[in-house]
């Protein structure tokens, strides 16, 4: 396993002030320090919702106050590739629903895209504004080597945790101000900025000349519900739910004290089967009914796209180095993990014969539900997954189990290493943006790979440091 931190004195080593830090800090300080913060993000109500275990279902998310460092040279690798990968994934997106010459050039099977649940029909030849489907773009990467990246992801609807990020940040610089003295770490504060110039930047076509733009949340419910109102505060918007909105007239409107008042984007958290009962699911009362004939018509932004979880699935996933070639005539700046695709008779026969030493992903899942970790499992469980597979071998993918890296984490025993992931997350509209840094995932258990807060994972903060 690759230790980010490593030993000391290497070339521009970007953990070197955070190694002077642990060395010159006790084990109970460091524990105060934690107590301190978790006690601000109870304060704050920094929670996610888990539903279906009973008991409470609101949880704080575990942080962890060691940061993860990368320097100017790593960042701006992943930056790239990130960037690459978002572009080609929205001109696929663009591509499928209009002429499909990717899948008529034999390089996506036409199975794969057509039959896929998240594939909308609604969406075929509509243009969204400057051609983008998914405005924000979160790219799961996990690190295996000193220059040795691969995604393991993508994630194309809604991907969340970006509050997360800043608050991560928020309370890091509040109890550690003598860390960032230095103004080493690049800032991560001006997403929500940002994020509002994205969306404005993808106004419809009859948009008012300052668009309004909100937050379509499905409502306080919602295991995101936090974020939703958290970016909605940061980005200056109104947070909305479906009943605050009808349409009339072609056009979108608010209600509001002052009366109504015309919308021009809307940032929807809604999965696309609630967003509207006329056109999808008749018995959603989360959406607006009328609200994809004002879209289609150019009277409304959605961001992102419906229909655009069709580029999430994790079989899709395995095509976007084609994708990268095929769109941008590019070599892909990042690879993936490489990836047996089960509904391949050879490729499934080899994931049955070798299940103790892969992961196998459903590929619609999330969140780490419905996973095989096989070397972790025991006999009974792998014995059960094969029948799973072996009934619906189109639904799942298989991975070898990487030597995720690890970084230095605050547990029960002390500071130890616990492997970790990162999601950067890229603004697309006129131009791809991302701020340095993004969402770390840590994997709180000792030897355990799964980093997501659903299954016991933490979060901690990001670093890039200036040149």
């Known amino acids: 396993m690759y230790d980010e931190m490593g030993p000391a004195g290497r070339p521009d080593d970007p953990y070197r002030d955070i190694r002077e830090w642990l060395n010159a800090t006790d084990l109970e300080t460091l524990r105060r320090k934690s107590l301190e913060a978790e006690t601000l993000f109870r304060k704050i109500g920094i929670t996610f919702a888990v539903y279906g275990e009973g008991g409470d279902p609101e949880r704080l998310i575990p942080f962890d106050i060691v940061p993860r460092v990368f320097n100017a040279e790593e960042w701006r690798k992943l930056e790239r590739g990130v960037i690459q990968r978002a572009r080609a994934l929205n001109m696929f997106l663009h591509d499928v629903y209009h002429r499909g010459e990717i899948i008529r050039a034999g390089v996506v099977p036409a199975d794969l895209v057509y039959r896929n649940a998240a594939f909308e029909p609604a969406m075929i030849g509509v243009d969204p504004p400057r051609g983008v489907y998914s405005h924000i773009v979160g790219i799961d990467i996990v690190r295996v080597g000193p220059g040795d990246f691969y995604v393991l992801e993508d994630n194309c609807r809604t991907p969340s945790g970006v509050s997360y990020m800043l608050e991560n940040r928020e309370i890091m610089m509040r109890m550690f101000p003598s860390l960032f003295a230095r103004g080493r770490v690049l800032p991560v504060d001006d997403y929500p900025t940002q994020l509002r110039r994205t969306l404005a930047g993808v106004r419809p076509v009859k948009s008012q000349s300052d668009p309004t733009i909100v937050v379509l949340t499905p409502g306080a419910y919602n295991s995101a519900y936090y974020e939703h109102s958290f ?160 009934a619906d071998p189109a639904d799942f993918i298989a991975q070898p189990t990487l030597a995720l890296s690890t970084t230095p984490t605050l547990v029960e025993e002390g500071v130890a290493p616990r492997h970790v992931d990162l999601r950067p997350y890229a603004l697309v509209g006129d131009e791809v943006r991302l701020v340095p840094g993004g969402l770390t995932r840590v994997a709180m258990r000792q030897g355990s790979l799964v980093v997501n807060s659903s299954q016991g994972g933490g979060v901690k903060d990001t670093w890039v440091l200036a040149e």
């Open 231 to 390: 970016l909605a505060d940061q980005m200056g918007v109104e947070l909305v739910e479906g009943q605050d909105l009808y349409v009339e007239g072609g056009y979108v409107w608010m209600r509001s004290t002052g009366g109504p008042k015309r919308v021009d984007v809307i940032y929807r958290r809604i999965d696309d089967d609630f967003l509207d009962p006329l056109c999808f699911r008749r018995d959603s009362m989360l959406g607006v009914p009328g609200l994809m004939d004002v879209y289609r018509s150019g009277g409304v932004s959605l961001a992102s796209a419906p229909g655009s979880g069709v580029a999430d699935d994790k079989a899709v996933y395995t095509y976007v180095p084609d994708m990268i070639r095929f769109y941008l005539g590019e070599t892909p700046a990042l690879n993936n993990v490489p990836t047996f695709k089960c509904a391949d008779p050879s490729d499934l026969k080899y994931v049955l014969e070798n299940l103790h030493e892969l992961v196998v992903k459903e590929v619609h899942g999330s969140g780490g539900y419905g996973m095989l970790v096989g070397p972790k499992a025991t006999q009974a469980e792998r014995e059960a997954y094969a029948e799973r597979l072996k």
